[in-house]
């Protein structure tokens, strides 16, 4: 079996910047959390994947123009970047710069617009700085490229799926933060000064985080042509189109189809958070739509936590038959969870969500081991934009097909049959198939035999 063996050059750097490489991550994403309250979008807990239906800003209808436009734009950017990160010398620090950034100035102009009104020329231009911006920036989209980019390079082939696990579980985490901050302010703040005063927490959040990159992420790039040209569009084809022409077909085939089943598990999820959560906020009172989204948060975070750690880590079991076990849980979970009908009997039921991180966790991790590191910008580009687009796809085509019905009880059976049954079947099958002629593939103590530009895997 012949492989590019991603740690075969790999410069070690010291894992010195991996803690606040977890703070400034949480930071993020915490006020993610809190800017999306005020800005009424949906921010899903998915580890990889901007909204899946839009900005309900000012509740006005998610398609618009201008989410749509704003959705392309974030879609090219986003796809370029991997690749100009990879060809500038794996430069990841600017990907997790520029979100951080950037939201800073949305969040800016968010006050800006809370107390100042303009001329209508002048108010034309603010609204359009306050659109171009999210689209540019292309928010965590980016900011995922960046850190899992950076984290996979700096990390060891068995330790990998160790470290993509800590950084994962921070997200969840780091969102039932921030939907706590929330809470805390609306509780101690006067009705009148919340707006603002949350604005300028995510203001904080983000100026602390950009601190912490810029003061204690190490650059680990390397020199590059600044007379490259990536830029021109057969360059930046040739780029993607390497990715799979330089490897062996079995490779070239299991890359391929890991990047499918990634995408197909955060549509899963994506799907979770959009329609199931409307029916749960159709069917349930407030408190206990609390209770079950804290639940499933924690749920996803300790799931994540055990399987990287025990699992993984300290018994040293395969990716693949922890992939398998994840799949196996999620069938039986759905099952189990057509039935109740009761929030207690719902929310014991969190089995499922302890299975959503570990698979996401365990997928992205084998498909960097199948890359060079100079090509890990690249592959997480393809991922991001992948799963962000057959998220809305389905999640579109579902609320077309079937407008109102996931709201009734046979609707939500069949939602629970479709996200958790059907959608697990073939990743369940892709390891299985993988487990029984490859199960040797990714071993932890493998040997990287350089021969001719490609390492053969050997035990």
Same mark, same amino acid.
């Given at each position: 079996?012949?492989?590019?063996?991603?740690?075969?050059?790999?410069?070690?750097?010291?894992?010195?910047?991996?803690?606040?490489?977890?703070?400034?991550?949480?930071?993020?994403?915490?006020?993610?959390?809190?800017?999306? !309250?005020?800005?009424?979008?949906?921010?899903?807990?998915?580890?990889?994947?901007?909204?899946?239906?839009?900005? %309900?800003?000012?509740?006005?209808? &998610?398609?618009?123009?201008?989410?749509?436009?704003?959705?392309?734009?974030?879609?090219? =950017?986003?796809?370029?970047?991997?690749?100009?990160?990879?060809?500038?010398?794996?430069?990841?620090?600017?990907?997790?710069?520029?979100?951080?950034?950037?939201?800073?100035?949305?969040?800016?102009?968010?006050?800006?617009?809370?107390? *100042?009104?303009?001329?209508?020329?002048?108010?034309?231009?603010?609204?359009? @700085?306050?659109?171009?911006?999210?689209?540019?920036?292309?928010?965590?989209?980016?900011? *995922?490229?960046?850190?899992?980019?950076?984290?996979?390079?700096?990390?060891?082939?068995?330790?990998?799926?160790?470290?993509?696990?800590?950084?994962?579980?921070? %997200?969840?985490?780091?969102?039932?933060?921030?939907?706590?901050?929330?809470?805390?302010?609306?509780?101690?703040?006067?009705?009148?000064?919340?707006?603002?005063?949350?604005? $300028?927490?995510?203001?904080?959040?983000?100026?602390?985080?950009?601190?912490?990159?810029?003061?204690?992420?190490?650059?680990?790039?390397?020199?590059?042509?600044?007379?490259?040209? *990536?830029?021109?569009?057969?360059?930046?084809?040739?780029?993607?189109?390497?990715?799979?022409?330089?490897?062996?077909?079995?490779?070239?085939?299991?890359?391929?189809?890991?990047?499918?089943?990634?995408?197909? /598990?955060?549509?899963?999820?994506?799907?979770?958070?959009?329609?199931?959560?409307?029916?749960?906020?159709?069917? *349930?009172?407030?408190?206990?739509?609390?209770?079950?989204?804290?639940?499933?948060? $924690?749920?996803?975070?300790?799931?994540?936590?055990?399987?990287?750690?025990? $699992?993984?880590?300290?018994?040293?079991?395969?990716?693949?038959? #922890?992939?398998?076990?994840?799949?196996?849980?999620?069938?039986?979970?759905?099952?189990?969870?057509?039935?109740? =009908?009761?929030?207690?009997?719902?929310?014991?039921? !969190? #089995?499922?969500?302890?299975?959503?991180?570990? &698979?996401?966790?365990?997928?992205?991790?084998?498909?960097?081991?199948?890359?060079?590191?100079?090509? /890990?910008? @690249?592959?997480?580009?393809?991922?991001?934009?992948?799963?962000?687009?057959?998220?809305?796809?389905?999640? +579109?085509? %579902?609320?077309? &097909?079937?407008?109102?019905?996931?709201? +009734?009880?046979?609707?939500? @059976?069949?939602?629970?049959?479709?996200?958790?049954?059907?959608?697990?079947?073939?990743? $369940?099958?892709?390891?299985?198939?993988?487990?029984?002629?490859?199960?040797?593939?990714?071993?932890?103590?493998?040997?990287?035999?350089?021969?001719?530009?490609?390492? +053969?895997?050997?035990?």
């Amino acid at each position: 079996m012949f492989v590019q063996n991603p740690m075969a050059e790999l410069k070690q750097y010291g894992y010195s910047s991996e803690p606040y490489l977890i703070i400034a991550t949480a930071l993020y994403t915490a006020s993610l959390a809190v800017s999306s !309250t005020l800005k009424r979008s949906c921010e899903p807990i998915i580890p990889f994947g901007e909204c899946l239906v839009g900005v %309900y800003e000012n509740q006005h209808y &998610a398609h618009s123009l201008i989410n749509i436009s704003q959705y392309f734009i974030s879609f090219i =950017v986003v796809l370029l970047a991997g690749a100009w990160s990879d060809n500038h010398g794996r430069r990841r620090r600017p990907l997790i710069f520029l979100p951080i950034i950037a939201q800073i100035l949305t969040d800016s102009l968010y006050i800006v617009f809370y107390y *100042w009104h303009w001329p209508s020329a002048f108010d034309l231009i603010m609204k359009c @700085l306050k659109w171009i911006i999210p689209a540019f920036y292309v928010g965590r989209n980016m900011f *995922w490229v960046g850190v899992m980019s950076y984290v996979s390079e700096n990390s060891t082939i068995e330790s990998r799926t160790l470290k993509h696990g800590i950084i994962i579980a921070t %997200y969840p985490l780091s969102l039932l933060v921030g939907a706590g901050i929330v809470a805390l302010i609306k509780i101690v703040i006067p009705y009148y000064s919340q707006d603002h005063v949350l604005f $300028l927490v995510t203001i904080l959040l983000n100026l602390i985080a950009l601190m912490v990159v810029n003061l204690y992420i190490k650059d680990t790039s390397d020199s590059y042509d600044k007379d490259i040209r *990536w830029q021109k569009p057969k360059y930046i084809l040739k780029e993607f189109i390497s990715l799979f022409k330089n490897k062996s077909m079995s490779v070239a085939i299991i890359l391929a189809v890991l990047i499918i089943c990634q995408s197909i /598990l955060v549509t899963r999820i994506g799907c979770d958070y959009g329609l199931l959560m409307e029916y749960i906020e159709n069917n *349930w009172r407030n408190d206990e739509e609390v209770y079950f989204s804290i639940s499933r948060t $924690l749920a996803i975070f300790f799931g994540i936590v055990f399987s990287v750690s025990v $699992l993984s880590h300290c018994m040293k079991i395969n990716d693949l038959k #922890i992939g398998i076990l994840c799949c196996c849980f999620y069938i039986a979970a759905a099952i189990c969870y057509i039935f109740p =009908v009761l929030i207690w009997q719902i929310i014991m039921i !969190t #089995i499922i969500y302890l299975c959503h991180g570990t &698979a996401v966790t365990i997928i992205s991790s084998l498909v960097s081991k199948l890359v060079a590191t100079e090509q /890990l910008g @690249l592959i997480n580009s393809i991922q991001m934009c992948m799963n962000s687009l057959l998220t809305v796809v389905v999640v +579109t085509s %579902y609320k077309s &097909a079937f407008g109102y019905i996931h709201f +009734t009880k046979s609707g939500h @059976l069949c939602l629970m049959a479709f996200l958790y049954i059907f959608l697990t079947l073939p990743i $369940l099958s892709m390891f299985m198939i993988l487990h029984s002629k490859y199960k040797d593939f990714w071993q932890n103590d493998t040997i990287a035999v350089n021969q001719k530009n490609v390492y +053969t895997i050997s035990q």
